[in-house]
């Protein structure tokens, strides 16, 4: 995910929640200044799960020299009878019988780990950059507020 896209996806989860917090929590209502360091706290605690997007996990993999099985297909003509679709079918049953064989050995290697552990520390860092950048925010709030 680009920081752009981190930031975005931030902000529009800091909105709603932000606007939920001010209506559940009355007494924070006046204070954005304590419903941002609330927010960020949140941000925070998600920070320890960061997700990691199929497409991004393949990326990695590809870049680190794994080749990645291809998915099957099935497609029927308009001129298929029944047992040439009943073929067709056996044909792509056993052809992702195997595309999930050799996913499975994918999974099953270091490199794997290895990337998984490389996304998982970029997504970690990004999310740490606007964390930060979000309670540098808040804090220049509190400043200008007193």
Known sequence: MTSLRTIALA?????????????VVPRWRGDPVKVC?????GLMRGNENPTIWPHELDQELVARGVTLPSRPSLTFGPSSSGREAEAQLREYESAKTAYEAKWDEVKGSAEYQRAREALLNRNRNRNKETLDNLLRHCLLLRGVRE
């Open 11 to 23: 902000t529009a989860v800091a909105l709603p929640l932000g606007v939920l917090i001010s209506q």
């Open 37 to 41: 360091i609330l927010f960020l706290d």
